[in-house]
């Protein structure tokens, strides 16, 4: 059963700690995107990419916050350096554009759960 | 611009009632997907359904139905004579062709069905 895979689960960390958070996509899929999802502002995009190019990452804090995806298996999203506002669950998805009319569905990683103390 | 509006924050029913989640959604767009996702208390989302800018027919799986109406902007979703597990929080999503297939979600809406 295909799966996006989310590591670490959950991690806490002190304020001005470097946080990476990884993500494996599903084998075949062209995009990836990553949420942040906190009570006050629900699921935020703050990047996506498609076949491992960024396409828009306006949603992401520049002066801290970046993702990258060095080859097809993997997405990270790092944070350098962490402050307590950025405690929230962060997901990872994936999913398969077939072109421009044909939009699969999104599949979500379990999330990664971080708290900055 | 697109959005896509859940105004019912969280809604209570009585096991076996049904109930409607409501999705308002906005873009100029002509081709695009609607879908709807549940995210149980476990936090992960699951997909349930899909559905693009030219199917406006209505769809049922099980106690699931959606409702896709064009005219009113609108991707109902209600769950006949709901149950327990149906505890989640739900959210609607827009993704727009011409916006690069980004992901648009509502803000959710929290069903609690009570025994």
Known sequence: ?117 | AQKVTQAQTEISVVEKEDVTLDCVYETRDTTYYLFWYKQPPSGELVFLIRRNSFDEQNEISGRYSWNFQKSTSSFNFTITASQVVDSAVYFCALSVVNNFNKFYFGSGTKLNVKP
Not at chain 1, 1 to 13: F, G, I, M, N, S
Not at chain 1, 71 to 100: H, M, N, W
């Open chain 1, 1 to 117: 059963d295909a799966r996006v895979t989310q590591t670490p689960r959950h991690k806490v960390t002190e304020m001005g700690q470097e946080v990476t958070m990884r993500c494996q996509p599903i084998l075949g899929h062209n995009t990836v995107f990553w949420y942040r999802q906190t009570m006050m502002q629900g699921l935020e995009l703050l990047a996506y990419f498609r076949n491992r190019a960024p396409l828009d990452d306006s949603g992401m804090p520049k002066d801290r916050f970046s993702a990258e995806m060095p080859d097809a298996t993997l997405a990270t999203l790092k944070i350098q350096p962490s402050e307590p506002r950025d405690s929230a669950v962060y997901f990872c998805a994936s999913g398969l554009v077939l072109g421009p009319a044909n939009t699969g569905e999104l599949f979500f990683g379990e999330g990664s759960r971080l708290t900055v103390l």
